[in-house]
Structure formats: C-alpha cells, structure tokens
C-alpha cells in the first residue's frame, strides 16, 4: 500500500510539472510572437526597443548580464525563466547562467526583417520632427549631413559587430563577445579591464536621462503650442506631463508599457504622413530661393548634434545580431535600413523646410495650421509619455546595477530587500531621477539645444568615436589601409563635429539658463 501510494504521488507530481511547463512555454511562444510583431521594438526613438529574450525587463540589451533564475523542482514555475536583480534567486533555487547561455529554443530568434524592424524604429523616431529645424541653419549643407551621418553609423555599425569575433586556431570567425560593455573593457585590457565598461555605462547613462528630458521638453512644447490661448505656460504644462509620469518610479517591468509600443509607433507614422501630405498640398509655394549653400556658424553645430542623434541606434547592434537567425544577413540589414532612413528624412527635412522656410520651428508640427496641430500634438504627447518609461526604467538598471548591485562590490547596498521588494530609499532615487528630468525640462525648455548637446556629446561617442578606435584597437593587424584610413577619419571628424557641437550648445544651454534664472 505504502509503496503504491508513493507511486502515485510520484506519477501525479509529474504530471503536475509536466503541465506547469507546458503551459509556461506557451506563454513564452506567444511571448515571442509578440515580439516578433514588434510590440517590444516599436518606441525606438532613443534605441530602446529591443529586447534580449521575451521581456523588455531583463537585460534591455545593454551589455549588463541579470542572473537567469530557475524555480526548484518542487516549485510553481511563473515562466521558462525571470530575473533577479540581485543575482540571488529564492532559497534553493540555482543560478544558470546568463540569457546569451541559454540554448537556442528558450529564446526568440528574429529574421533580418524583424531585425531591421528594430534597427528602423530606433533611427526613425520621433526625433525625425527636429531634422528640419537643421536644414534651417544648414541648408543643403544639413542635406549632406543627413547622408553622410547615414553611411558613417551604417559603417560603424558594421565594424563594432565585427569587434565581437575573433579567430580561432582554424581560421574561423568564433563570436567571443556579448555587448558594448565587453568590447569597450577588452580594449583597455588588460591595465584597466574595467575603464572601458565604465566609459559606455556612463554614456549610456547620460544619453538615457537626456532622452527622458527630451520626452518632458517635447511634451511641454507641444501642448503649449497646442492651446495657446489658455493661461497656462510651457514650464507648467511640463509640470503636468511629469505628475503622470510619477507613476514610472513604481515599475518593476516594462511589459505593460510595451503593450503600447506598436499603437505608438504607427500613430507616429500616420502623423509623419499628415506632415507630409500638408507640405505636398503646398508645394506651389515652396520657397527653393531659402535653400543655401551658407551655413549659419553659431547655430550649425547644434544642427549636427541633431542629426547625429536622430541616428543613434549602436549601442543595441551587438544583442540584435546576437539574436538573428542569420547574423550573415547583418551586413545588408544594416545597408537597406539606413539607405531607407536617409532618403526618408532628407525628402522629410527638405519638404518640411520648403513650406514654412524661416518660419520653420524646433519641432515642425509647431508649424501646422490650429485646425490639425493641436489633434496632431496631442498624438505626439501621448508617444512621449508612453516612451518615457523605457529610457527611464533602462537608466534606472544601468544605475542600480552599477552602483548598487555590481556582484556585491557596488558602492551602496542594493535598493531592494530579501524578498525583491523595492526599498523606500531606492524609490525615493528613482522619484528624484524623475524630478530631475523635470528641472532640466524646466531651466532649459529648448528641444534642438538639448537634442544637439545629447548628439554631440553621447551620440557622436557611441556612434563615430568609440567603434572606430575600438575597431582600431582590436583588428589593427587584419586590417587593409582602406579600413584604417577610413576608420582615422571618422575619428577625426566624429571628435571635430562632437567638440564644436558640444561647445555651441553649451554656450546656447547656459544662456537659456540664465534667461529662465532671471525670468
């Protein structure tokens, strides 16, 4: 009897697990097709939308590596897997590695379509409404940009994914590298195996926040712009935005938000398309006599900041490649996405500037008719809001897992307690880090300023200076002259155009301080 009642206990358990993990790789599956859609890729204006496996709450695909944990046999599992924060799992439960350790079947592979998806959606951003305010002090100088900003990151994209092979014994491209973060620490190894990491971590950090600014400045611009006629200023109206925006110190995952992304990213499209078709309405009137060859020197250094930033998506490159199903095809995803994206915004910038010449504003919806700018704004506020959370919450773990997790060599101890419950003073940093958004938004409420300082200082970083000397550094003898010389003038030139640019917005961001100081 005994031993038959063991029997069945033993047979009924596993039936228990083996339903249990059938039901959790279904949930994975739809996960995944979700993914697949782009429900998780679809925000991308600040590089944000790709995620490693099937939730936007782990890795957010750069370069940190979350434990991957596993219930016990005996336990209720809530999926294939989550993530710790703290890198301990509950009491018994074993460590298995990171998410690039996971065999092929527990994560989404993703064609090259869907890869230029993502590529597409984080350079075709809502950031796209300030390229024609560079053609305003660029001309068709500004033009040029637009294409040459286009095959520089395309290249460069190109050389930081080959940053991550190497050769083995047999001559065979082995990937030995993960992310950014692993390129950048083997280049400074082995005196300082850290500084690398540090240095992008920071830059991500910067660009990150910035980003979110970007997100309360814009929605601020917009509404004010939208209902002038109310006695309500832009430094309320951000004020506002930010009040429900609170609610993202609270988050803990991003699922619910990525549920938006798709809508958001295809109201952004349609609105695009209004600009558009407003501009073609006028073409009788464009003015072709505003376009010139001379460049306004004070402003046009701004102009490349914008440009540079309305391009950034390398920082993603290295997981997205990682997790194609054909990493062969990165090459010529790479090619058609960005030859689409530069076509699409010159004819957006040249279009936009025609119609409104000199009159042309930060943020080219500004310049519609009442009759549609306000339904139009209104659109474009709800994207930013809807965006911010994933800049925000990707910050808030480069930050925590820096500072505050690090393998138990942070500086603080962790912001969350044994039960993964976020602590108060954990939550009053990320409370603080939305304030601070807020001030920023506030004291220098200038989109193109802000969007040219971000381009210059983190955009111009991530995307010209670093790949090209971490290429150098690691490839130097497998390299043919075309490459070097290639790669020494995109040094060059990325750090001339990121100094200028960075200096001028400085300069225009502290006298807008003073201004907002005395008003």
Not at 32 to 57: M, N, P, Y
Not at 67 to 77: K, R
Not at 105 to 124: F, L, S, Y
Not at 426 to 453: D, E, K, N, Q
Request: proline letters at 4%; hydrophobic letters at 50%.
């Amino acid at each position: 009897m005994i031993m038959a009642h063991l029997i069945r206990h033993k047979m009924s358990n596993k039936i228990s697990k083996a339903m249990n993990i059938a039901s959790n790789r279904s949930e994975a599956k739809v996960s995944a097709v979700f993914a697949r859609l782009g429900f998780q890729a679809a925000t991308g204006d600040d590089a944000l939308g790709f995620a490693e496996c099937d939730h936007l709450d782990q890795d957010y695909r750069q370069g940190m590596s979350m434990d991957v944990v596993q219930t016990d046999p005996g336990g209720t599992l809530d999926g294939d897997s989550h993530y710790q924060r703290d890198g301990a799992g509950p009491p018994g439960s074993p460590n298995t590695g990171t998410c690039e350790e996971l065999g092929a079947h527990d994560k989404p592979k993703i064609t090259a379509w869907e890869a230029g998806w993502n590529v597409t959606n984080a350079i075709q951003g809502m950031f796209v409404l300030g390229l024609p305010y560079a053609i305003l002090h660029g001309g068709y100088l500004g033009l040029f940009l637009i294409i040459f900003a286009a095959v520089v990151c395309c290249y460069t994209g190109k050389i930081l994914i080959a940053c991550l092979y190497e050769e083995n014994e047999d001559g065979e491209r082995v990937r030995v590298r993960d992310s950014y973060v692993d390129i950048a620490n083997a280049c400074c190894a082995p005196r300082f195996p850290a500084l690398g990491g540090h240095v992008v971590n920071v830059a991500q950090i910067i660009e990150l926040v910035m980003t979110c600014i970007l997100y309360v400045v814009v929605s601020g611009n917009l509404m004010y712009n939208s209902f002038p006629g109310l006695p309500i200023s832009q430094k309320a109206w951000s004020v506002i935005a930010t009040a429900a925006l609170l609610p993202c110190a609270f988050l803990k995952s991003l699922k619910s938000v990525s549920k938006f992304s798709l809508l958001c990213t295809l109201a952004h499209f349609i609105i695009n398309v209004l600009v558009i078709a407003y501009c073609l309405s006028r073409a009788h009137d464009w003015a072709w006599e505003k376009v010139k060859f001379y460049i306004d020197v004070k402003k046009f250094p701004i102009s490349i900041g914008i440009i540079v930033f309305s391009y950034t998506s390398q920082i993603f490159l290295p997981s997205l490649e990682g997790n194609m199903q054909k990493p062969s095809e990165f090459h010529c995803m790479m090619e058609w996405t960005h030859i689409a994206a530069c076509i699409l915004k010159g004819l957006f910038a040249l279009m936009a500037y025609l119609t409104w010449a000199d009159a042309t504003k930060e943020v080219i919806t500004d310049n519609l008719p009442g009759s549609i700018r306000a339904w139009v704004n209104i659109f474009l506020v709800a994207k930013a809001l809807l965006s911010y959370p994933l800049p925000f919450f990707a910050a808030v773990e480069v930050l925590e897992k820096s500072l505050f997790q690090d393998g138990g060599q942070a500086m603080f101890p962790g912001c969350y307690g044994p039960g993964g419950q976020l602590k108060s003073w954990g939550l009053g940093l990320r409370i603080a880090l939305v304030i601070f958004t807020l001030l920023m938004a506030i004291f220098v409420p200038h989109f193109a300023l802000l969007m040219g300082l971000t381009g210059s200082l983190t955009g111009a970083g991530l995307c010209f200076l670093l790949p090209s000397l971490f290429h150098l550094k690691l490839l130097w003898r497998k390299l043919l002259w075309h490459q070097v010389f290639f790669d020494v003038s995109i040094f060059v030139i990325g750090g001339i155009c990121s100094i200028s640019g960075f200096i001028h917005s400085i300069e225009g961001l502290i006298e807008a301080f003073k201004y907002n100081i005395h008003d």
